[in-house]
C-alpha cells in the first residue's frame, strides 16, 4: 500500500528531533496550500493549511511557513515522533480553482 | 478517520473491463473530487462535483466518468481498462465550494491484469 515510491526524497531524523520539510510551489497565483500525511496504505490526512495572505501558521507540534517571495512552503514537525513516519505533500490551489495541484513528496523516516 | 468511505478497497479486474468505484462524502459535505495516484504521475486531479453537478475537470481520460447522486454520494466509472490505469483512487470531499480543505477517503486499489 505505498503511496508513491520511487525517487522520493527521504528525510531521516532521530525521534524527538524537529523535522523540517521544504517544498518548491510553482505558481505565483496560487492562494491556498496544505499539507497531507499519507501513512502506507492509507489516504492523505489533513495535517494544516494556510492561505498566500499569512506567512505562518501554527498546529498542534506543526507548523507551516509560507514565503511567497521564492514561492517556497515548509512543514515543521517539533519533538518528531515514530509515528510521524510518511510521506508528506504539500499542495496548492490556484486562485479560482477548485482541485489541488500535489507536489512529488518526501518521505519522512523517524528513527527510534 | 477522515469521514470519507470508499469501496471497495482492492479491486483486481482485466483489461478491457468496466469498473466503479464508490465514494461517501463527510456528512454534511457538498463537494466531491476524485483523485487518481500512480507511481509515476503522483496525486493528479480528476474531476470535482459539487450538489449533483459537476464543477471542474482535470485530467480525466474519456473512457473514465463520474456522477453525484441525490444522496451525495459519487462513482468513478472506468472503461476499457488499460494495465497503466492500474493506480490508487481517492475520493475527497469538502464542505462547499467556498471551502478549500479537501478530506480524502481511503482510497481504491485498482490492479488491472
Known amino acids: 500500500g505505498e503511496s508513491v515510491g520511487l525517487h522520493l526524497p527521504t528525510l531521516s531524523v532521530q525521534e524527538g528531533d524537529n523535522s523540517i520539510i521544504n517544498c518548491a510551489y510553482s505558481n505565483s497565483a496560487s492562494d491556498y496550500f496544505i499539507w497531507y500525511k499519507q501513512e502506507s496504505g492509507k489516504g492523505p490526512q489533513f495535517i494544516i493549511d494556510?492561505?498566500?495572505?499569512?506567512d505562518k501558521r501554527q498546529g498542534q507540534r506543526v507548523t507551516v511557513l509560507l514565503n511567497k517571495t521564492v514561492k517556497h512552503l515548509s512543514l515543521q514537525i517539533a519533538a518528531t515522533q515514530p509515528g510521524d513516519s510518511a510521506v508528506y505533500f504539500c499542495?496548492?490551489?490556484?486562485?479560482?480553482?477548485?482541485?489541488?495541484?500535489f507536489g512529488s513528496g518526501t518521505r519522512l523516516q523517524v528513527q527510534p | 478517520d477522515s469521514g470519507v468511505t470508499q469501496t471497495p478497497k482492492h479491486l483486481i479486474t482485466a483489461t478491457g473491463q468496466r469498473v466503479t468505484l464508490r465514494c461517501s462524502p463527510r456528512s454534511g459535505d457538498l463537494s466531491v473530487y476524485w483523485y487518481q495516484q500512480s507511481l509515476d504521475q503522483g496525486l493528479q486531479f480528476l474531476i470535482q462535483?459539487?450538489?449533483?453537478?459537476?464543477?471542474a475537470k482535470g485530467n480525466i481520460l474519456e473512457r473514465f466518468s463520474a456522477q453525484q447522486f441525490p444522496d451525495l454520494h459519487s462513482e468513478l466509472n472506468l472503461s476499457s481498462l488499460e494495465l497503466g490505469d492500474s493506480a490508487l483512487y481517492f475520493c475527497a470531499s469538502s464542505v462547499n465550494q467556498l471551502t478549500d480543505t479537501q478530506y480524502f477517503g481511503p482510497g481504491t486499489r485498482l490492479t488491472v491484469l
Open positions: 499542495a496548492e490551489k490556484k486562485a479560482g480553482r477548485r482541485a489541488l495541484t
Open positions: 462535483y459539487y450538489n449533483g453537478e459537476e464543477r
Open positions: 494556510i492561505r498566500s495572505n499569512m
